[in-house]
């Protein structure tokens, strides 16, 4: 087999931002653009372009410099030197480039691991090229494959599984103090960018409503409007306090606006509900000692920090497990990637015959009673084994004389070992999703 | 006997099995772990059906005279009512407590092989119902309060110091849930301990011609009940929720523990199932 599969391209740790931004590829049809086409040296491509990497997965002949051949494409697309690219781009074959496929999908090649965006880049990515007609067996397959190994890495490994930034960190710990942060109403007091982000998270999150408080009312409704909340004077802060359940602070008030010995008067007459505070002004405004009260909980900006340091330490540790997944998934891979080959498909059909062959031979045996005549049973086994035989004459033969064209023989034995199952796997969720987009575009 | 033993031997395992498989698959993050804790659990209440079912066909009514049966119905009773709170709350969390509970209450079941039980006359089914139905689901009830509020005080100690969660707590559902089950617990389970409690005394009334014998037992359900009267008071009225709930409940499930297996089987006292 002339095919090989290519992965060229550059990163947030190959490429600076400056040369990431001029290679940019947002909207590139390898297609259209006569990267792939019937001829050629390139079968099948995908271009994967985010603000954090550049990469072309292809399929294409052994022969080529594929290498040069992409960078040079690349450039003239991008109307920059190629000379600029080659010190900043990687390019992996075989089963490097399963692995780094599969690497960075389970996002354990992001900037900060464990991220998921990159799943979704990579689906859009893939949806172009199928859109595009440039994803044939190979890149399905190879993409399919990549979707399962990082729903795997999720599910078996905690590299997602815990907040690594401060307004994340905060709705995850309201997710442990409230069961469903539906039921509960949110309390911005003061404002400015973390804390509105930490509100964005809460809104994001299913909070039921955020209210604002702020010393300058008019301030304090062009917030709530924003979060189409609604805004209460400064004064009834202790109000507030009674309302809602997760309160973000952020004043720029020098002294604390929260005392402890007040908060109790507030938990009698809110029956104890539980509250949670988010402190993250400095000077604090919100006195720590409330921490010691029953049911309610206070996290200042350094509680958050450590968090979100600790989280990520985590992380670190599950990359090591989750790269044993994709270790693993690489090399299941590159075994259905060999059965691609000719003889391989043979063996695997004549095998699944006489398989057939032999449990129905034995079936009928028993069948004939305690003492079968031994002529009869001879008889049998010779029909059985002639029938099998006779039956997978035709495809094998077919698929001969296919294998004979260049371009088309993966396709066919591609189809032959899914039409018999040969593989014996169970279809994935998403196996027709290049089919479902083409027959929803139309 | 020796088949029935390998089979009481055989739900026991099962429990074990359920009981360890569970926890294990939290830690170590394996679904298919806590899957093979719910079917063997599923497994041990099968058969545990099955067998109390076989006794039941064996000696009839006059099984109601051993302490034995009583535990073994009771490690029953829990597992049902915990799989009907299961399925009205969803809570993962009761998977963990119900295994080895039905266990410790099942293999107790299996060490004491007690003489009959002197049942009072005046014995009537619809008062024995009564008493013993409901004080099965109020203990089953305290038993859970009693597991959300370990896991309550766990994971607020882990918040309120700002521990690291460690991927063991991660799994654990909200304080708010086990405050929710805590509160579950308490406004079912008081009126029925209170209607078993009244049943218990009206019945030796009827049979002893006094209220209280100031039998061991007695005293100690007066205390349980004047402590989870307490607790249902302070939750329901002044809106108690939280810590002080949750360390209430404990209290309150490890006295039924010492009332259940301390005076019935190593005080003398009409509740005893010694010999």
Not at chain 1, 83 to 104: I, K, Q
Not at chain 1, 275 to 281: G, Y
Not at chain 1, 315 to 337: D, N, P
Not at chain 1, 343 to 371: C, F, H, M, N, Y
């Given at each position: ?53 550049v ?21 003239d ?31 354990l ?12 880049q ?13 994803a ?92 189409k ?12 306090l ?7 602070s ?5 002294t ?19 509250i ?8 604090r ?18 509680d ?17 497990k ?23 498909t ?17 079936k009928?045996?028993?069948q ?8 009869t ?54 196996a027709?999703l ?9 | 006997?020796t ?36 079917w063997?659990s ?46 009205k ?34 014995f009537?089914?619809l ?10 689901v ?7 309060a ?5 896991a309550?005080?766990h ?48 019945w ?6 006094k ?8 005293l100690?359900?007066?205390?349980i ?27 309150l ?8 297996v301390?005076v ?5 006292s009409?509740?005893s199932?010694?010999?």
């Amino acid at each position: 087999m002339n095919q090989e599969i290519y992965l060229v391209g550059l990163n947030h740790k190959t490429a600076g931002v400056d040369i990431r931004e001029r290679f940019a590829l947002s909207d590139c049809d390898p297609a259209a653009a006569g990267l792939v086409s019937d001829g050629g040296a390139v079968s099948e491509a995908m271009i994967l372009s985010t603000c954090n990497r550049v990469e072309f997965l292809v399929v294409g002949s052994r022969d080529a410099d594929m290498r040069a051949k992409i960078l040079r494409f690349w450039a003239d697309h991008c109307a920059q030197p190629v000379a600029d690219l080659h010190s900043h781009t990687y390019c992996h074959a075989g089963e490097e480039a399963v692995n780094h496929l599969f690497t960075v999908a389970s996002s354990l090649d992001s900037m900060i691991l464990g991220e998921p965006q990159i799943l979704g880049q990579l689906k859009t990515a893939y949806r172009k090229a199928v859109e595009k007609g440039a994803a044939r067996v190979i890149v399905n397959r190879l993409l399919h494959k990549a979707f399962s190994v990082a729903k795997r890495v999720r599910t078996e490994t905690a590299i997602a599984s815990s907040a690594v930034s401060i307004s994340y960190a905060a709705v995850e710990l309201a997710r442990k103090i409230f069961t469903d942060l539906t039921n509960h109403r949110a309390l911005l007091v003061g404002a400015g960018e973390m804390a509105e982000l930490a509100a964005t998270h809460l809104l994001s999150a299913g909070v039921r409503d955020i209210t604002v408080v702020n010393r300058t009312l008019a301030k304090g409704e062009e917030l709530a409007r924003q979060f189409k909340g609604r805004a209460m004077p400064f004064e009834e802060l202790h109000q507030a306090l009674l309302e809602t359940d997760i309160v973000i602070s952020s004043t720029g008030s020098p002294t604390a606006i929260i005392r402890a010995k007040d908060m109790k008067e507030v938990l009698r007459k809110r029956r104890h509900r539980p509250i949670f505070f988010i402190d993250i002004a400095v000077p604090r405004d919100i006195d720590p000692d409330i921490n010691g009260l029953d049911n309610v909980y206070l996290y200042d900006i350094d509680d958050l920090k450590e968090v979100v340091e600790e989280n990520l330490a985590g992380r670190q540790q599950e990359a090591q497990k989750a790269r044993g997944i994709v270790a693993e998934e690489v090399s299941a891979f590159m075994r259905w990637r060999d059965g691609l080959e000719l003889q391989p498909t043979i063996v695997a059909l004549l095998d699944q015959g006489e398989g057939i062959a032999r449990r129905e031979l034995r079936k009928s045996i028993k069948q004939l009673g305690p003492d079968p005549d031994p002529q009869t049973v001879a008889i049998m086994e010779r029909l059985a084994k002639s029938l099998c035989h006779k039956i997978y004459h035709e495809p094998i033969s077919y698929l001969k004389r296919r294998s004979q064209e260049e371009g088309s023989a993966q396709r066919f034995i591609h189809n032959a070992r899914r039409m018999f199952n040969l593989d014996e796997e169970a279809v994935p969720e998403d196996a027709h999703l290049d089919r479902k987009i083409q027959s929803g575009g139309k | 006997m020796t088949a029935s033993r390998l089979f009481e031997l055989i739900i026991a395992l099962l429990y074990l099995a359920g009981s360890i498989s569970y926890p294990l698959g939290l830690a170590l993050r394996r679904p298919a772990l806590k899957r093979i804790a719910a079917w063997t659990s599923a497994a041990a209440f099968g058969l545990h059906t099955v067998d109390l079912g076989l006794r039941f066909m064996e000696v009839g009514a006059a099984n109601l005279q051993h302490g034995q049966f009583y535990m073994s119905l009771m490690a029953w009773f829990f597992v049902l009512i915990f799989f009907m709170l299961w399925w009205k709350l969803k809570h993962d969390f009761l998977s963990m407590i119900t295994a080895p509970l039905a266990l410790i209450l099942f293999s107790s079941s299996l060490a004491v092989r007690t003489q009959v039980l002197a049942v009072p006359e005046h014995f009537s089914v619809l008062w024995f119902s009564l008493h013993v139905g409901t004080i099965f689901v109020s203990l089953a009830l305290i038993a859970m309060a009693f597991g959300a509020g370990l896991a309550y005080l766990h994971l607020e100690r882990l918040i309120k110091t700002k521990a690291k969660l460690p991927g063991f707590s991660k799994e654990l559902p909200s304080l708010e849930t086990f405050d929710k089950a805590n509160h579950w617990a308490v406004s079912i389970g008081f009126p029925l301990y209170s209607i078993s409690v009244l049943a218990g005394f009206l019945w030796a009334s009827f049979t002893w011609k006094k209220v209280i014998s100031w039998d061991p037992k007695e005293l100690i359900t007066i205390v349980i009940w004047a402590l989870f009267a307490l607790l249902f008071h302070q939750r329901m009225v002044l809106g108690w929720r939280g810590r002080k709930p949750a360390k209430t409940a404990i209290i309150l499930f490890i006295l039924c523990l010492v009332s259940l297996v301390g005076v019935n089987f190593l005080l003398p006292s009409h509740h005893s199932f010694r010999q």
